[in-house]
């Protein structure tokens, strides 16, 4: 009896253990990744009170995109810059990479904006979403192929596979928010978010 007691005890415990984890692990990793950038930030101006280089960097980041896309004389500066960056031996590669990867995330001409299925075996049949980031490579010599990014779950990395045309079909009931979340998640944001609505429908 005593035992018993006890057992259940332990259980009713171990599982509140979990469902706590559960609560605040999202809340625990978001505040140390938002404390992370923000003490990263802020040390890159030293000699001034903790917060405040925080202020001057992105006051500096903002100003400078201003002046970069706003003036003339601003944009010619920035451009010669990356001109010189882009045909300097070994910076080149870095500087490119690192410049359109932003690009395709924050600049005018994001590349993950084409969310799609992606049929990546037939027997048995399985679908992967991804982004099409080139329609056409051809040029590269490869006809009636395309580019599609993967994004892994629960990561910031992802891979590349070029597929026939014919693997590819546009996913239509989501938009490439959703659909980047959808992949990063594992495939259960989305799903819980619709859940959540449907159940908030019915009250």
Known sequence: MYLCAMRRIASVLLRSFLQG??????IAITAYVLYTVFNS????????PRGLGFVIIIVAVTLMGYLGT??????????????LLEHTPGVKYIYSSVRDVMKSFVGDKKRFNKPVWVC??????????????????SYLG???KVAVYLPHAYAISGWVIVTDSINVKPVKKMTPGEAMKFAVSGGVTIVEEKETDATKDQL
């Open 120 to 137: 990546v075996s037939n027997n048995p049949e399985m679908w992967r979403i991804g982004f099409m980031t080139q329609k056409d490579m």
């Open 21 to 26: 984890l559960l609560l605040l692990s999202p």
């Open 41 to 48: 930030v802020d040390n890159l101006v030293p000699f001034v």
């Open 142 to 144: 490869m006809e009636n």
């Open 70 to 83: 706003r003036f003339f004389i601003g944009k010619w500066l920035f451009d010669s810059f990356s001109y």
